[in-house]
């Protein structure tokens, strides 16, 4: 019995927490088309989500993109096709590596901060406190956060794609003997839109989910700091995992003809 | 409580329960216009899950809440905006945005509910912190360099800022020195009386209750025991109020260990 009622919790549990998600999407989403749009908070938090993610994103996507050039060259010099390191570094960073990494990077940094700020604001009632002067909280915390790391997370993808393929370059002429100039000729002509555009759609669903999963974990936290700290945990676990499958559906809608 | 007239707020059958635990139990409840109503209770009877069902922060599972007349209870959006709009809060632990300097706190609802220009707000602002006994130089400090008592004077300067016509004030005096408790009870009665503001407090600090209410009401296991002008709470036979207003542990009141 014990068995079963313990399926049965997780499974009531399971089901309202989907429900909750469900409400809180629905009124997230339908608060950025419903006026007031608050611009300058919406400005602040790009600075937040992109400018200060800047750092950590730019570092992992050069040593990634490093790193790809030489295991590249390791499978490719075995059939004499070590000329495709730079379109296949190219294609790895722009369509998969680059929204991935940046995506969670930028989980583990900002998931985590939007879950803590919004958690520590419910259990101080901040946000009971917002409803009491006429001010919609999700239309006040939620939506310039969401709109936010959609504006955001593109453009530094498209900077981490930039700084990746740099990697890739100086590791391929640094350490593989690569001509630059062939390289970068290879690269440019290996570019195509659609990688590029494909990696930036990636970028803008990984930061919705993110603010989300920070959004969502913070709103509902209980129980001071525990209650907090698990918010964050929770945050930054479950943007992880749906950006994983996020990308798994949309490299499946995108490139599976 | 009395009976003449349209209730400020009245609450009539309210109930709410989260999972088990059955917090308010058809609760019934007035306050008339200009009162200064206090409902007293322990830890866990409800008090605070009450005002947050008036404003709206969470939804009865039973009953009616009515302001003016009207009724609230599932009111949302625009229209709970606009009925929250006549009201204010002082929370417990002051709940100040740490975000922003404390004259953004006083000034938020001018600035974000009713779209008053920064600088006409920031104005008001310190004249809303003047009010509380607090000078201007306080309105550029960030909320985590003032005391408690600094808090919950911005916190009350944040109340009256936008001049609402209904008060909550919850736990005003919990957490201060006697000193400084006295101080916020003072500064309760003269700002409530400058505006003509009807107010609901709750509080188990009895000291409080009785200096800033003209009525108290006792709230047990979900339901209203006991009502009345404050002048007869020492009057009254209530076990209930007997046994809470001097602090005796026997009593029909069993404590709970649990929530």
């Not at chain 2, 009201?87 to 975000?99: K, R």
Request: glycine share 12%; charged share 15%.
């Amino acid at each position: 019995m014990n068995v079963l009622a313990t399926i049965g919790r997780f499974t009531l549990g399971f089901f309202r927490e989907t429900g909750r998600l469900s409400v809180f999407t629905g009124d997230s989403v339908s608060g950025v088309v419903r006026p007031p749009l608050y611009w300058y908070l919406i400005a602040q938090q790009m600075m937040r989500i992109g400018f200060y993610s800047l750092p950590v994103v730019g570092l992992t996507a050069f040593f990634t993109g490093g790193v790809l050039a030489l295991q590249i060259y390791n499978g490719a010099s075995r059939y004499g096709a070590e000329s495709f390191v730079p379109v296949v570094v190219l294609v790895g960073i722009t369509r998969e590596l680059g929204p991935v990494i940046a995506g969670l990077m930028v989980a583990g940094r900002v998931a985590a901060a939007i879950a803590a700020e919004i958690g520590t604001m419910r259990v101080t009632e901040q946000i009971d406190a917002l409803t009491t002067l006429s001010t919609n909280p999700i239309k006040y915390l939620v939506v310039p956060r969401l709109v936010a790391a959609v504006i955001s997370m593109p453009i530094l993808v498209a900077i981490a794609d930039s700084i990746g393929v740099f990697g890739g370059y100086v590791a391929s002429t640094q350490s593989l003997g690569f001509n630059g100039a062939v390289y970068m000729n290879n690269t440019m002509n290996g570019l195509t839109f659609d990688d590029v555009s494909s990696g930036l759609i990636k970028a803008a669903v990984f930061g919705f989910l993110i603010a989300l999963m920070g959004c969502f974990n913070g709103f509902h936290s209980r129980g001071g700091a525990q209650g907090v700290g698990s918010a964050t945990t929770n945050a930054v676990v479950s943007a992880s995992i749906l950006i994983l499958a996020a990308n798994y559906l949309l490299t499946n809608l995108l490139f599976t003809k | 409580m009395s009976a003449a007239g349209t209730p400020k707020v009245e609450l009539r059958g309210v109930k709410k329960r989260f999972g088990d635990k059955v917090v308010l139990d058809g609760l019934d409840l007035r306050i008339e216009p200009g009162h200064s109503l206090v409902v007293i209770g322990g830890s866990g009877t409800g008090k605070s899950v009450m005002i947050k069902c008036v404003l709206g922060i969470l939804t009865p599972d039973e009953g009616q809440i009515f302001v003016d007349g009207q009724e609230v209870t599932n009111l949302r959006g625009r229209a709970r905006e606009e009925v929250l709009r006549k009201f204010a809060m002082l929370f417990q632990g002051a709940a100040l945005f740490d975000s922003l300097p404390v004259w953004e706190n006083v000034a938020f609802g001018l600035i974000q509910g009713r779209g008053i220009a920064r600088n006409k707000a920031r104005d008001i602002a310190i004249e809303k912190l003047a009010k509380v006994g607090l000078g201007a130089d306080v309105a550029l400090l960030s909320p985590a360099e003032l005391s408690g008592g600094m808090q919950k004077r911005v916190g009350l300067a944040r109340a009256i800022a936008a001049d609402p016509e209904i008060i909550f004030f919850d736990e005003p005096t919990t957490g201060l020195d006697p000193i400084m408790a006295d101080v916020i009870n003072d500064l309760i009665i003269s700002t409530v009386k400058d505006l003509g503001v009807t107010t609901l407090s709750i509080t188990h600090d009895m000291v409080s209750a009785r200096k800033i209410s003209d009525h108290i009401a006792m709230l047990y296991k979900g339901k209203i025991v006991w009502g009345g002008p404050t002048s007869e709470i020492d009057r009254t036979d209530n076990p209930f109020v007997d046994q809470f207003i001097h602090g005796r542990a026997d009593g029909p009141i069993k404590m709970e260990v649990r929530a």
